[in-house]
């Protein structure tokens, strides 16, 4: 189902856009750029909802949404364009009325099916930028080849309880999501929203990034955002960036075989389950993952890695592993470089998984051998589950 509202053509609004044309970076002729841009938002949902909301705002003359989905009580916690009495409707619907109450001159399209290997490229083709508000691993595959294909930006964000991760991707010419997760974690093997939480203002704090990134690259800049991951603590209040660059024997693809293989083989892809997180390489290097169960089996038969725990202090002081070498909020990590082993493998956990990934991901930026690193998946709580004989409660 497809609905239109036709834009009458129309000049820059002098009122409605005056704080960006007091802006020297923007101006008259910046926010005419805008006005003649078009943006195609994958997914209307916790990033979603604020990326569309500022760019109709920025003046950004036409939107593209696309959602399969329909409003749930539980998405308003984070989900700012829906209201109470939207719950049931379909979301690119109900986030198209909000989009042309907000500017009637907009020109908003909405989409109520899933993007997919079968509608990816006519549905993202003739705009001049993808948006990442998906919560699919296989649907970030999917828009990196499709914008590889069509020669498009894309801005990717994910968010995970506390945190999210931020990036721009130029397929065609510079570095990709292939380049950053060259292979993609197994159907299943990343913890689900619904499972783990995620603070409401998250998805907020990433989706107004996004948005804000938006306007810098529809400008013709957004330069410094080029080959950068972005990594954002929103309960420590801090921000961290890992370079990437494109892999050597990378290829532009030729069509969308690989992300058709991928979308089949997840069952997330087909029954609607949504999961939000990461996958375990940078440029290429890989760490390993690892689970619990895993973990204790190859411990029994005699291996002996470095434990390093990333979570905070309060939460080492309520639940820790005895076997524990050094305790360093994830944030914190190349801090303590030097104390960690020189040789031999090191075993990265926190609560569930998540903070260890970016600690991993951090002491690889920095240097360290990813062959080394060994992300314990499920975290101390898997951990706990499958021996609780290794863990101290305080």
Known sequence: MTEHAIRPSRGVDAVRHARHLRLEGIGEEGQAKLVASSVVVVGAGGLGSPVLLYLAAAGVGRLTVIDDDVVNLSNLQRQVIYRTEDVGRAKAEVARE???????????ECHVERLNPHNALALLAGHDLVIDGTDLIPARYLIDDACALLGLPWIHASVHRFEGRLALFEPEQGASYRDLHPDPPPPGSVQACDEVGVLGAVPG??????????VEVLLGRGDAAKGRLTLVDVQGLETRHLRFQRLQDRETPSDLGD?????????ACHVGRHVEGSDASVGGQMFHQISSPEFLQRRAAGWSPFVLDVRSPEECAQMAAHSCGLSVPHTQVLE?????????????????????????????????????????????????????EDIRVG
């Open 98 to 108: 909000r989009l042309l109450e907000l500017d009637p001159g907009l020109a908003v």
């Open 205 to 214: 704090v990433l989706g107004t990034m996004q948005a804000a990134l938006a």
């Open 259 to 267: 992300a058709q293989r991928l979308w089949e083989a997840d069952p």
């Open 336 to 388: 303590v470089m030097s104390d960690l082993p020189h040789e031999g493998d090191i075993l990265i956990h926190c609560k569930s998984g998540m903070r260890s990934m970016m600690a991993a991901m951090l002491l690889m930026e920095a240097g360290v051998d990813g062959s080394r690193l060994y992300n314990l998946q499920d975290g101390i709580l898997g951990w706990y589950a499958n021996a609780p």
